[in-house]
């Protein structure tokens, strides 16, 4: 029979629990409601994330509290309801096409790949944007269409459902990076379901996912998978991942690769880097300049909108939205300058240069938030359990 002091624990470590998650979910809910507003929303939302995260960091422990893992039943439960009523209320978008360009590109350039004639940086069916016609074509790396192979075959169809497979690795890599291992069994299975369910609460993931369709969750979780195997000391493969995630998109395995610097570089991670980019030479040998065209310089010359805050910003100020993307990415680098690749260090500093990157970009759109978010969770959840808010166990 646990006495009060067990029962009080186990309510603040709930209390502590439910309002984080209730937390996470209402400014991520915050970024897309405010989508078309100003961009400052942008701003302000991240800036409140990263606040939390600072206040349970600030009283992290670590002492093992008091009915550690307690909770784990209630979060299993609050798991599976959370998975059923998200999967009951987008079953018919799980079949149905995307809505927006970057899902519908995927796919007929998955299918142009597959048919071994059709060049997708070339196909003017795909990534018809702006006035530029050369600039048309397939607007990401040649790796995205490795990820997204089996829809160039089955459709819409197998398109979400890879989506639906990497929302579920992606859930487990945050439950994996944000679990500290010295921590008793029950209390590490715990943290992993909470990190499962900060990543899937909000509705409007699932809405980008499965009804705008968009495809950014694939990069996301290369970008993990990254981080976990420098967690686990495999070098060589976690610098594979990365190399692949920036094959498949720029942004976000760019600031993921700038934290890779060292000033006596670990070679192994830079050889996988090498590895990983593989794709895009191949894609530069065998479709040229249409390659570039289309994934390069179509980003490159693309002007800002009014999701933007460099819509609201006289233009002569405009570079100092570029000098503190500079900056943020030196200041990071340098203090990791002399550090050992540590997995810790790399979510968080990841998620700070990913956020500068993410506000101060052309555009701000729904799928940007996949960016940042699940990294976001894994600090959520790992600084919810060490907080304490009770004292130590006796």
């Given at each position: 029979m646990p006495d009060r002091r067990d029962i009080a624990a186990f309510a603040k470590r709930a209390l502590v629990l439910g309002f984080v998650a209730a937390a996470s979910t209402a400014l991520f809910q915050f970024w897309h409601a405010s989508l078309w507003g100003l961009p400052i929303t942008k701003v302000i939302s991240?800036?409140?994330?990263?606040?939390?995260?600072?206040?349970?960091?600030?009283?992290?422990?670590?002492?093992?509290?008091?009915?550690?893992?307690?909770?784990?039943?209630?979060?299993?439960?609050?798991?599976?309801?959370?998975?059923?009523f998200h999967l009951r209320e987008h079953r018919a978008s799980l079949l149905a096409p995307p809505r927006v360009d970057i899902g519908t590109d995927t796919i007929l350039a998955a299918r142009d790949?597959?048919?071994?004639?059709?060049?997708?940086?070339?196909?003017?069916?795909?990534?018809?944007?702006?006035?530029?016609?050369?600039?048309?074509?397939?607007?990401?790396?040649?790796?995205?269409?490795?990820?997204?192979?089996?829809?160039?075959?089955?459709?819409?169809?197998?398109?979400?459902?890879?989506?639906?497979?990497?929302?579920?690795l992606t859930a487990w890599l945050c439950g994996e990076l944000a679990v500290d291992k010295a921590r008793p069994r029950a209390e590490r299975a715990a943290c992993r379901l909470f990190a499962a369910l900060l990543l899937l609460l909000p509705s409007t993931l699932w809405s980008e996912?499965?009804?705008?369709?968009?495809?950014?969750?694939?990069?996301?979780?290369?970008?993990?998978?990254s981080i976990c195997l420098v967690?686990?000391?495999?070098?060589?493969?976690?610098?594979?991942?990365?190399?692949?995630?920036?094959?498949a998109k720029f942004i976000p395995a760019i600031a993921l690769l700038a934290l890779f610097i060292r000033w006596r570089p670990h070679w192994r991670a830079w050889c996988g880097v090498a590895i990983g980019?593989?794709?895009?030479?191949?894609?530069?040998?065998?479709?040229?300049?249409?390659?570039?065209?289309?994934?390069?310089?179509?980003?490159?010359?693309?002007?800002?909108?009014f999701s933007s805050l460099l819509w609201y910003i006289p233009v002569r100020y405009h570079v100092l939205f570029t000098g503190l993307q500079v900056a943020s990415a030196g200041i990071l680098?340098?203090?990791?300058?002399?550090?050992?690749?540590?997995?810790?260090?790399?979510?968080?500093?990841?998620?700070?240069?990913?956020?500068?990157?993410?506000?101060?970009?052309?555009?701000?759109?729904?799928n940007h938030s996949l960016w940042c978010f699940p990294l976001l969770v894994i600090l959520l959840a790992k600084y919810s359990y060490r907080f304490a808010p009770a004292q130590p166990a006796t």
């Open positions: 991240y800036a409140l994330f990263f606040l939390l995260i600072g206040l349970l960091a600030r009283r992290s422990t670590g002492a093992l509290q008091r009915q550690a893992g307690g909770e784990l039943p209630l979060l299993a439960t609050a798991l599976i309801g959370v998975l059923a790949f597959l048919s071994f004639r059709l060049n997708p940086y070339l196909d003017t069916r795909i990534g018809a944007i702006g006035q530029i016609h050369q600039q048309w074509g397939f607007h990401y790396g040649p790796a995205m269409l490795l990820g997204y192979l089996p829809a160039g075959i089955w459709g819409d169809v197998a398109y979400k459902l890879m989506t639906l497979i990497y929302l579920a996912l499965f009804i705008s369709g968009v495809c950014d969750l694939f990069p996301v979780f290369l970008m993990l998978l967690e686990r000391k495999r070098l060589l493969l976690a610098g594979v991942a990365a190399g692949l995630s920036f094959s980019f593989i794709p895009l030479l191949l894609a530069g040998v065998f479709w040229g300049r249409h390659f570039w065209l289309a994934a390069v310089a179509f980003h490159a010359s693309k002007p800002y909108d680098i340098l203090l990791n300058l002399r550090r050992p690749l540590e997995s810790g260090r790399l979510v968080l500093h990841a998620a700070i240069l990913i956020a500068v990157l993410s506000v101060t970009f052309k555009e701000v759109h729904g």
